[in-house]
């Protein structure tokens, strides 16, 4: 049987579980040197040598399927997969209730408006964490940690609606959380164009440093349209 690290840090939050799902089966993925096609444990063994929930691990899981790492079947279970077979249309999980491209087109509408809400309620602090976060992305794009990577996509989105003080913004942003992640790091299949994300992500950042909220939001306008080219969109 297959062995996997159960040891969780505890100054993680719970909102990081399916991550630390991810990371490790991605880990047990390179140390058992498994190969594509073969089958990984499945959702109820994960559960219990992770110590997580089956919700946890289905999200992590699918996290992994959408960034091309895995491949589910239904009935059969969780497969390892090769990135480079997939492109990011084919990794959309949610075609039967909307489309990659009306995600996008939410996303281009109302983002832009909860950082313009959300930039003058940074502080410094706030600030500086976005930039550690894009040189973060930046740094996993280089290894090609595409987990990682979509980690410090995800969180460097949510800091915007977490400041942006309009709770209706909040409260959709966590309802559509998964399809939004999903939207996030479906671009990602594309391993060598992760770079490019975390680029983009430094040009808010410089324009907020310079206190240039108009150019802020529209870098990343500009990142939301060049994100969906990369889905084909």
């Known amino acids: 049987m297959l062995s996997m690290p159960r040891e969780m ?11 630390r799902v991810a990371e490790a089966i991605q880990r047990v993925i390179a140390e058992e040197k498994l190969k594509t096609g073969d089958k990984i444990p499945s959702e109820r063994l994960l559960a219990v040598m992770l110590n997580a929930s089956r919700a946890s691990v289905r999200e992590g899981i699918s996290m992994l399927e959408t960034l091309g790492l895995l491949q589910v079947e239904v009935g059969r279970g969780a497969f390892v997969a090769e990135p480079k077979t997939f492109s990011p249309l ?5 075609s039967t209730g909307y489309s990659l491209q009306e995600v996008y087109e939410y996303r281009r509408t109302v983002e832009p408006v909860a950082l313009a809400m959300a930039a003058s309620r940074f502080s410094q602090e706030d ?3 976005l930039r550690a976060s894009a040189e973060a992305l930046a740094s996993h794009a280089r290894t090609g940690n595409s987990v990682k990577a979509a980690e410090q ?3 460097f989105h949510a800091m915007i609606y977490d400041h942006c003080g309009n709770r209706i913004f909040q409260e959709i942003h966590d309802r559509m959380g998964e399809a939004i992640r999903s939207s996030q790091w479906v671009p990602m299949v594309i391993l060598e164009m992760m770079t490019d994300t975390a680029r983009e992500h430094m040009r808010i950042v410089e324009a907020l440093e310079a206190k240039d909220i108009t150019g802020a939001c529209a870098a990343l306008v500009a990142h939301i349209d060049a994100a969906a080219h990369r889905c084909g969109i």
Request: net charge positive; proline share 9%; no cysteine.
């Open 9 to 19: 840090p505890a100054e993680r939050t719970k909102r990081s579980v399916p991550v």
């Open 90 to 94: 084919d990794r959309w999980r949610f």
């Open 127 to 129: 600030i500086a964490a």
């Open 153 to 155: 996509d995800t969180l």
